[in-house]
């Protein structure tokens, strides 16, 4: 995934310009480029690494003003992560600039035929082959070559253009990866997402899939690919621009950690009204849901483990059978989804390529789609029969923590939500659930009261060179997103693992090398928990375990221990459990001096296979 960024106006400087390009740095930071075309020539530089690097590049060039600008950071895909293969990408005759996110698949028959036909290729990027097709086919608009070059492609892409022949506008173009359009008076702007806008303007159109728009200063023209006009809503955007600021964190990471409470305030404000679960403008309706009998889940990563906590609750709460698959797993099952089933797609940007291909395979056999996303405007939005929205706002670091929380949490809402309509549950149930769920911002903050303990233990464990995660029914996935965080953010080998299968191989690696995480809440497998701890203490395995406040138990068993508060309904454990661990896993990437924002070969969304 890359982001673009793009502007046309009266002018802006190129330093105002690069600050919006970094905000879409968590899409991808390998490499990053700027094109200008100003006075009739057309100004390029390009570097490996982040953004600050194209800063100094540019030097006094920052304070300069540009009236027409392409800007891009890379996540590579095609071609090495270097200068030569860094965007914006030009044509041999060096007068048209190309930006670009996506995957073009067909690039290489593609390449090779204009290899033949007599073009020179610099790069060894997919990308390059559409900057060469619209210079094939220009003539004297560049909106129809751009139009006959991506007739050529297949794949996704996003794409910013500027040509030195026409420099009073710039084309956006959108086919399956994001591309936002921001409309000010100062001027125009296209963006792969809105915290490059917000500094800029509120006002945005949200590009559909297949359109071409024609940004001028003044005006923004917006046509589907066959360049017939389409009618455009200007719409609001909410999210205000602190809220994609640190706000004096050191870290994005550890203020969406710290933001956690905040965030299920928000969705039990919004989806708690009084007695009942209600989610706003629902487009599932009652009598579809009261006969749906299977539910399949899909998703990647993060919310692949929010999915697996909610196969619990749906499977508890709603005597309904759940099957769920990762993405790139589901998308090629050979399986026939009926009307009385329901494909839930979890998805923190709503632009995984993985999960949006599993959602339009799914689509084909007519099964309804809901997403729990938490972007707005985005595809899997666009793509979905009804949308429970996570409203945990801008999440930047690309370690997902409250994206998770609120995912949880939204589909705990919609178990119970499901269950009252299946009349599975009574409401004295509902009630006494609820008024737990109520209390958990409260549990939340009251372990991110602790962290300095949680740090000080995770600075223990920061020289084990890997670990073991161990969790049991409900806290099985538990285990596997504390795996997940630890290894993404501080690079050490870490597995989630049912503790029930600890025999069935995972005990050979066992020693005093290896840090062994056991989730031991006081629920219905804790003796079975307490039995694993015992079998990793007699091997001498170095055990952190993670226990209720009241624990007198399993605490006898490793010195080293998060807590978490004591609850009555163990259904919360999850939500504790994930807070702790995001903390440790935090803490032992910081002792570990690891880029914790933006981990080496990661993006914030992988919107290419
Ligand atoms: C989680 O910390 C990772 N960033 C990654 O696994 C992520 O959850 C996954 O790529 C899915 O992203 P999505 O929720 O935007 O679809």
């Known amino acids: 995934m890359c982001g ?17 390009l970094s905000k879409l740095e968590y899409r991808g930071y390998d490499s990053c480029g700027v094109a200008a075309i100003d006075n009739q020539k057309l100004f390029l530089k390009k570097r490996a690494g982040k953004i ?12 300069k003003k540009t009236s027409l600008c392409i800007l891009h950071t890379r996540w590579a895909t095609h071609g090495r992560p270097n200068k030569i293969n860094a965007h914006p990408h030009l044509d041999s005759q060096r007068k048209v600039a190309l930006v670009h996110n996506g995957i073009i698949e067909n690039f290489l028959p593609l390449k090779n035929q204009l290899i033949k036909e007599g073009y020179k290729f610099l790069t060894e990027t997919d990308t390059e082959v559409i900057v060469c097709l619209i210079e094939k086919f220009y003539k004297k608009s560049l909106e129809d070559a751009v139009l006959k070059a991506i007739a050529k492609l297949k794949g996704s892409f996003a794409l910013g253009v500027i040509s030195l022949d026409q420099p009073d506008r710039v084309i956006a173009v959108r086919k399956d990866s994001p591309l936002i359009i921001g409309l000010s008076k100062e001027g125009n702007f296209l963006a792969s997402d809105v915290p490059a806008l917000l500094s800029f303007t509120k006002k945005a159109i949200y590009l559909k899939d297949q359109e071409l728009a024609i940004l001028e200063k003044e005006r923004v023209k917006v046509f589907n690919f066959q360049k017939k006009a389409v009618k455009v809503k200007v719409e609001e955007i909410k999210v205000k621009a602190e809220e994609a600021e640190k706000k004096g ?9 710290f933001e956690q409470p905040a965030v299920l305030r928000k969705i039990l404000f919004l989806y708690c009204k009084g007695k009942n679960v209600h989610f706003s403008s629902f487009k599932l309706r009652d009598e579809y849901l009261k006969k ?18 909610a196969k619990y609750f749906l499977e508890k709460y709603c005597g309904v059978v759940v099957e769920i698959d990762t993405s790139s797993e589901f998308r090629y099952r050979k399986i026939k989804l ?11 940007s709503g632009e995984t390529a993985d999960t949006l291909a599993a959602v339009r395979e799914a689509k084909k056999c007519g099964v309804k789609v809901l997403s729990i996303c938490n972007v707005v405007g985005s595809s899997l939005v666009k793509e979905s029969d009804a949308i429970i929205s996570t409203l945990a706002g801008p999440e930047i670091g690309v370690a997902s923590t409250k994206a998770y929380i609120a995912q949880v949490f939204c589909l705990y809402l919609f178990s119970l939500h499901l269950a009252k309509l299946k009349n599975t549950i009574k409401d004295r149930k509902i009630q006494e659930i609820l008024s737990g769920l109520k209390k958990t911002p409260h549990y939340l903050q009251e372990i991110l009261n602790d962290s300095r303990k949680i740090k000080r233990t995770a600075n223990k464990f920061s020289r084990f060179g890997s670990f073991l995660f161990l969790g049991r029914g409900i806290n099985y996935p538990s285990a596997l997103e504390g795996a997940l965080k630890l290894k993404e953010i501080s690079y050490i080998p ?23 995480v056991c989730i031991a809440p006081r629920d219905q497998l804790y003796e079975k928990m307490v039995a694993n701890m015992q079998e990793v203490k007699a091997r001498k395995g170095k055990i952190l375990t993670i226990l209720n406040n009241d624990d007198r138990e399993a605490s006898t068993l490793s010195r080293q221990i998060l807590y978490m508060p004591k609850v009555t309904n163990q259904d919360l454990s999850p939500f504790l459990v994930a807070v702790n661990l995001q903390l440790f896993a935090y803490f032992v990437a910081k002792n570990r001096g690891c880029e914790i924002d933006q981990p080496r070969n990661l993006a914030k969304s992988v919107t290419v296979e």
Do not use: W
């Open 494 to 516: 870490a597995e989630g693992y049912p503790a029930g299968e600890m025999k069935h191989g995972p005990i050979a690696l066992i020693d005093e090398y290896r840090a062994v």
């Open 338 to 348: 009926g009307k009385e089933d329901l494909l839930l797609a979890i998805s923190q």
């Open 4 to 20: 673009i960024f793009g502007y046309v106006g009266e002018g802006a400087s190129f330093s105002s310009l690069i600050g919006g």
């Open 249 to 257: 964190y050191e870290h994005f990471m550890l203020k969406e950690i």
């Open 52 to 63: 600050q690097k194209l800063k100094e590049g540019l030097g006094e060039k920052m304070n």
């Open 292 to 309: 749906v009998k299977k539910i399949f889940i899909t998703a990647c990563g993060t919310a692949y483990h929010a999915g697996y906590v």
